[in-house]
């Protein structure tokens, strides 16, 4: 089953503005990830933020971590064309260390 | 610096066919993985390798087998092809299995008629 759920399913922006996208999950954490895959691709790890940590960052990209809420969000600032892809996240159980995937949102960024 | 890589890309089979799909990686990872992703979900955990001569099974392992042949390799068989095992199939690696980041390949998209 599905731990990870994104919100929204899609989003569409115009190029230079910025993305945010959220992910929820039901149970007990090791780490959340964030990929993005490409239309025809595989899976490419964005950032991977521990049960512990409450905020990173990586270039563009900011990833919050709320426990107490069991939420996640991705932020992508300044997106450009090629930010177009779908963005997972996905959370590592604490029970098994199996990582869980979400549906996915899919953003557009229009030029 | 290939990472890791699954053979073939694209396959047609026919109800109950067999076939084996093809995963290697190069980044001397310890653990491996297979998936499925179907339209509107998901990745999907079929089958996975913590480390070299131990799997275990996912999710959705169903009508699949796996071999880990050895470090690099890691094989998914369907033994009696579904027409509900049409999907696209990813191979996965990373170091360990915890608070690691996975790599992986571009896909094999399999239809079952």
């Known amino acids: 089953s599905q731990q990870g759920e994104e919100d929204p399913q899609a989003l569409s922006i115009q190029e230079g503005e910025n993305a945010t996208m959220n992910c929820s999950y039901k149970?007990?954490?090791?780490?959340l990830q964030w990929y993005r895959q490409n239309s025809g691709r595989g899976l490419v790890h964005l950032i991977l933020?521990?049960?512990?940590?409450r905020e990173k960052h990586s270039g563009r990209l900011r990833v919050t971590l709320d426990t107490s809420k069991k939420s996640s969000s991705l932020l992508i600032t300044a997106s450009r064309a090629a930010d177009t892809a779908s963005y997972f996240c996905?959370?590592?159980?604490?029970?098994?260390?199996?990582?869980?995937f979400g549906a996915g949102t899919t953003v557009t960024v229009r030029a | 610096n290939a990472g890791v890589t699954q053979t073939p890309k694209f396959q047609v089979l026919k109800t109950g066919q067999s076939m084996t799909l093809q995963c290697a990686q190069d980044?001397?990872?310890?653990?491996m993985y297979w998936y499925r992703q179907d339209p509107g979900m998901g990745l999907r955990l079929i089958y996975y390798?913590?480390?070299?001569?131990?799997?275990d099974k996912g999710e959705v392992p169903n009508g699949y087998n796996v071999s880990r042949l050895n470090k690099r390799e890691f094989s998914l068989r369907l033994e009696s092809a579904a027409p509900s095992q049409t999907s696209v199939y990813f191979c996965?690696?990373?170091?360990?299995?915890?608070?690691?980041?996975?790599?992986f390949g571009d896909g094999t998209r399999l239809s079952i008629l």
């Open positions: 996965a690696s990373s170091e360990g299995p915890l608070n690691q980041p996975q790599h």
């Open positions: 149970t007990s954490i090791n780490n």
């Open positions: 933020i521990r049960s512990n940590e």
């Open positions: 996905a959370t590592e159980s604490s029970n098994d260390y199996k990582l869980s």
């Open positions: 980044m001397n990872h310890n653990s």
């Open positions: 390798s913590a480390s070299e001569g131990t799997t």
